[in-house]
């Protein structure tokens, strides 16, 4: 099976740029206008746009940030004053200046963007048809072409877990011919940084799993390390990210915040766990119980050079995030290249291993905190072990 | 209210339509009154009438304006279509003049004539396509002629589509008559066509159909019915209409609710096949092909492989 991995461009798109290009990790980008303006956009490299899609983020259509305004098709810019109403006079014109903007930059694909709507209605579908939808497949259709299309579905997590929202969501996702795929983003609001609930691991991997067998192209957006879990979706594309905000999805990063914020904790990737470890608490480990960091611990050079420096390393240095590139790759790219029975075996081994190295931390003594710990892991068994009971199990 | 057959109405046709000559009156369809007719030389008509022929003259009445302005629309693309799986549609006209009392009609008519098909309905000649080879190229050709509607930019859904609504020509290919012209006309027809929870036919309408959810109808919901076709012809009975007399609301809850057994474990079909019909009659459109290009291309291989 094959599984493509792209790289959420966020802040510091040069970090995804580099690990893609110099180290070959990932099968490309996805770019991200909040973060890149547009002429730096048309300053990649051919090679690079070839192998990258173009996320168009009409999330929040009036949004203030800069960047955004420098794509004049932009909801926000293409009417002086952004309303609903205005701009579904000026819908069909921003779908055309975006799509010529996709394909001159010879993207991967076309993304049909969408606006976020969280109301759990059938408003959801009638604002995404008037605003996006609808006009961009007037516009496709006028231009023609055999590049493939996707079609951006933002949700949350609620409406997947709403079985019967899951089914419109799914009937209204497939029905259209023109597009050969999907781009999923599900906001979950949520006080932990790992996904702990088994319910919507389990709604979220059917969704996808519904979408793979109706023969669309699956792209996960801002997904974490629980993309061990999605690998379990035929031919699906998963993508990973730098900061937080492009592993899990919130229309927060289009809100123009200037409030000064303290950054987060400089945290480490240590794939045996299947999670982030703050990065003190990864060397306490390291210092105390060698043997155990062995166990948890995979060498990678930046992760090398990051603990050989002088200084602890923080939040807004490249090098624990290309570490976490290297081996989640890795552990993709293994998972990849299994049949689905074996690639299911395995992780659930990964899971298991993962808790039982938890619990030998744990043993140590030593406390991880919310986010380090390993209480995502029951729930992440719990879904794929149910996954597979219904879904996969011939 | 229907409108009924009868001489006063066959009179004010021959007046509306000089050249008329009323030939046989069929049963009708939904609330239309259908007639076979020709079309004769007559120096009150326009010269193109008599070119015209034999003709499928349907008749009904009551049409709100707003529907009258949908159906134009519908007529434009019924003519822009011109393709030999669809009758040719000859004249579209609401009259509301009475030309023998001069004087206004108590009602709208809307009076609709297209090309008579020379041919039998498939619900007459249905054991020709029991076997594989013909059942699935009549797919596949019924495939072909409704991709002009699904990959329409309007999106057209024939959405009543049944044995009764296609007509085997002499040379075996088929032709789909009855497109939804006047689906959102009224309430229950005669011909089992179903009105209360949509317009379609029971028994080979879509779940998304039965329960009236606008928003899923697709041209998924044609493919539901034609799975439903392709199931009748290969196994020889209805997959949920076991009798005639079967009342609706239980053809509604097995279309709902029974899971068919796979034509293949009956000896019908091969398993290719099978699967196909089990994914085409699926109870989430979701779960049905999702491409006309898809169906085609299965229907193709199988076709390929008998």
Redesign the interface.
Known sequence: MSIKILHQVGHNANWNIDSFSEEQCGDGLILSPVHQDMPHVQELSQSLRRRSLFDPQYYLPNSPKAKLSTYPFFPGQISEVFSTVNFLLLALESAKQCVEFQIEQQFEGIIIPARFVDQMT?QY?DRQEDLTVKPFL?AL?AVGGSTPVYLTVPITSAMLIDDGFQ??L??????F?EISGVYILVADNRPTKQIRSSAFLFAYLKFAH?LS????SVILGHLNTESILFSLIEGVTLTFGTFENTRMFSLDKFIDNEEERRGPKARIYLPALLNWVRYEQAMEIRNDNPELWDKVYTETVHSQQAIAAAADPAFNQPGLYKHHFLCLAEQLKELAGLPVQRRFDAIRAMIKRAAELHAQIEDMPLDLDPHGNGEHLGPWLDAINRFYRLYLKS | MALIDSPNLRQLLTHLFPGICIQENLRPSGQRLVYFCEFRSDPAAPSRWADWGDVVLKISEDIHPSVIARLEKERDILNELKSRFFPTLLFYQVFTDDPIRDEKLPYRLFVTIEERIRGEPLSSCQPVFSDQPRAVNLLRELVQGLRLL??N?RRIVHRDLKPDNIIIRTDGTPVIIDLGIIREQGSAGVTGTFWNIGPCTPGYASP?QLRNEK??I???ADVFALGVIAYELLSGSHPFKRFDTDPVDVVIHRTLNEILPPLDSLGCASTPLSALVHAMTAK????RP?????LLEKLSAIEGAL
């Not at chain 1, 799914?170 to 029905?175: E, F, I, Q, S, V």
């Not at chain 1, 067998?213 to 669309?216: E, F, H, Q, S, V």
């Not at chain 2, 989430?284 to 779960?287: I, K, N, Q």
């Not at chain 2, 999702?290 to 898809?294: G, L």
Request: charge should be negative; avoid cysteine; proline fraction near 3%.
């Open positions: 059938t579908f007037t259709a089914q419109q799914l009937n209204w996702a497939t029905g011919q519904e067998n109706a023969g669309l | 699904w990959e930019p998304e928003r899923t697709d041209f998924r989430e459109a979701y779960r999702r491409t006309t290009q898809d």
